[in-house]
């Protein structure tokens, strides 16, 4: 285990949460802490945005009718939504339709959508730049194409109107999800139409921004997310808030709807069938609907509405998510992936994984292997040809920043497309083509070291820590998002001693919990430190065979050890007890050697 504080800062505990925020790249921290509107940017710095106004006025004025496409993410759901319930609200009977794929893994104007004859202008939220000849098409069936995306653009595309934070060269914020940049074009019809209608969709915007892992460091980002927060009207967002109240403990931010809501949209949408991913999106533009329901052990059904449904479908849907997805990472066989040699893991689950399932297995092997982790997928394309298509994702506090430039330059893949470091990949299928593109990785990141380095806020004595000051960690859990990561602190030589008589201050009890006996909890002045997952785990492993040592044999032992850990506050029952999550240990050597009974 290694572990340093970040760069050039202090070990000062007298302003923790400046100093938090300080080592995450706030370096003005009471801006940050006091967000205005001054931090927002004009609409009108977005390329096209104006034309694409009048384009959407060309088309509502003559009712003509209209489609907006619905991308399979949760950013591409509430962007659609706030798309669809912003036309609905200008005229409720406006001739307006939504298009939502059949594939689970597809996005923009892939071959499973389908646009009728009778539309003539298509809206596209959260997709579409680079669909340069699907754009195409449809311009030569006179459908006009507007797109409000925040990709990355890979192609040129004459054939659509696009409002797109990343090419825009005057809108600085490119950390706006799709939904964002949805927002800021509801905002230029409001003043074209002199509505005011806009922000009545910031609950939609906030939770697209939160689940498409916009960088909350973001001044803009962070404003208009906190603002939708502090604002939630969605009535299906609302029972998704009241199905996780408990386990969020009534806290609505950024990091528990990052960690409790996020996964139950994302289940559904993923892993759902096509009928239930359409409920879930007239449960976001609320169109109620009642249904009948038998709930287990009753005999007669009873009425169930349309947002406790979708709530109660996603919640099944991501229980079985998950049960496929720990499945699918034991039944992958790594040997030769894990080898120090391979920079990158990089295989063909065709066999072991199901589509929906290949991104977030990605994410997981990355993040367990500290590796860049590429799943692929054997595909049948739209000419009979077989070919590999999957996900990649990049490490966490990655030495490379964009992933994807880096599959762009090996030339080993037919296309890299997406964010920088969670993107879509392709291949040829023929039985050297992955071994070609790990060799060409490998090349590339020769020199590169991911090493597993625990970055801490504070390196600290036990003595040291109070409750006071964990109480202070605890308030910054209202910053955590993605770029704003948890606390964490190294707690150096903590002591432990076994004894029969327990009372006696320095003398500390340990104790063994858990189902399977293999979570160590103890108290050091007045601090609970809980290590999770100590047995065949290293050192954690030796800490639980000394817990194990007979208390009456025992007397004079001790060990010495460090601990990397989240500071955190426990409130259970209205009891608030101040702990230490341990994330990983070391021992250190003991002026008495410990003998294991």
Not at 249 to 262: E, F, G, K, M, S
Request: aromatic content about 10%.
């Amino acid at each position: 285990m290694q572990y340093r504080l970040y760069e050039n800062r202090s070990n000062d505990t007298s302003s923790v949460i400046k100093v938090l925020l300080k080592n995450r790249g706030i370096c003005d921290a009471d801006r940050y802490m006091n967000l205005s509107e001054n931090c927002l940017c004009a609409y009108s710095n977005l390329d096209n945005i104006l034309t694409a106004v009048e384009l959407f006025d060309e088309h509502f004025i003559h009712k003509d009718k209209i489609a907006v496409l619905v991308d399979t993410d949760p950013d591409g759901y509430c962007s659609a939504a706030m798309l669809y319930n912003y036309i609905k609200q200008m005229d409720k009977n406006y001739p307006l339709i939504y298009i939502i794929h059949g594939n689970p893994k597809s996005h923009g104007l892939s071959e499973d959508v389908v646009v009728p004859d009778d539309i003539s202008f298509l809206i596209i939220p959260d997709a579409g730049t680079n669909d340069t000849e699907k754009c195409k098409e449809l311009k030569n069936r006179n459908i006009d194409v507007l797109i409000l995306d925040h990709h990355e653009k890979e192609d040129e595309n004459p054939y659509a109107v696009i409002v797109n934070n990343q090419i825009s060269q005057n809108y600085s914020n490119k950390a706006l999800s799709g939904a964002g940049i949805v927002y800021k074009f509801l905002q230029a019809l409001d003043e074209y139409y002199w509505n005011d209608y806009a922000d009545n969709y910031l609950d939609l915007c906030a939770v697209a921004n939160i689940s498409d892992v916009m960088d909350m460091r973001s001044y803009e980002t962070k404003y208009l997310v906190e603002k939708g927060l502090h604002n939630i009207k969605n009535k299906c967002l609302k029972a998704f808030l009241d199905k996780q109240s408990y386990v969020m403990q009534n806290n609505v931010n950024i990091h528990n709807i990052q960690w409790y809501v996020t996964p139950l949209l994302n289940g559904l949408i993923r892993t759902g069938t096509f009928e239930e991913k359409k409920l879930l999106f007239k449960a976001l533009t609320e169109n109620y609907e009642e249904f009948d329901y038998i709930k287990r052990g009753e005999a007669f059904p009873d009425k169930e509405d349309i947002y406790t449904k979708v709530v109660r479908l996603a919640s099944n849907t991501k229980s079985k998510q998950d049960r496929l997805r720990k499945k699918a990472v034991s039944q992958i066989n790594l040997s030769e992936n894990i080898n120090p040699d391979n920079k990158v893991i990089l295989l063909d689950v065709t066999e072991t994984l199901d589509e929906s399932l290949t991104g977030l297995t990605a994410s997981t092997l990355a993040q367990q292997y500290n590796k860049p982790c590429f799943l692929v997928r054997k595909y049948t394309d739209s000419s009979g040809k077989t070919v590999y298509r999957g996900s990649a994702r990049n490490v966490k506090h990655s030495p490379i920043s964009s992933l994807k430039n880096i599959a762009q330059h090996s030339q080993a893949f037919t296309f890299a497309k997406g964010h920088a470091n969670a993107f879509g990949v392709g291949l040829t299928a023929n039985e050297h083509s992955i071994e070609k593109a790990k060799g060409s990785l490998n090349s590339i990141l020769k020199d590169v070291v991911f090493d597993s380095v625990y970055y801490v806020d504070y390196i600290l004595y036990p003595e040291n820590i109070d409750a006071g000051l964990i109480r202070e960690f605890d308030n910054f859990n209202n910053f955590i998002g993605e770029g704003i990561d948890e606390p964490m602190i190294a707690i150096e030589n903590i002591e432990l001693k076994l004894t029969a008589v327990s009372n006696t201050d320095n003398l500390i009890p340990i104790k063994i919990i858990g189902k399977a006996s293999d979570t160590i909890k103890f108290e050091k002045n007045g601090i609970e430190y809980i290590i999770f997952d100590c047995r065949d785990n290293g050192d954690k492993n030796k800490l639980l065979d000394f817990a194990n040592t007979s208390f009456d044999n025992a007397s004079g032992n001790k060990i010495r050890f460090t601990v990397v850990g989240t500071p955190k506050i426990n409130r259970y029952n209205g009891i608030a007890t101040p702990q230490i999550l341990v994330k990983d240990m070391k021992l250190e050597p003991s002026e008495t050697e410990v003998s294991y009974v």
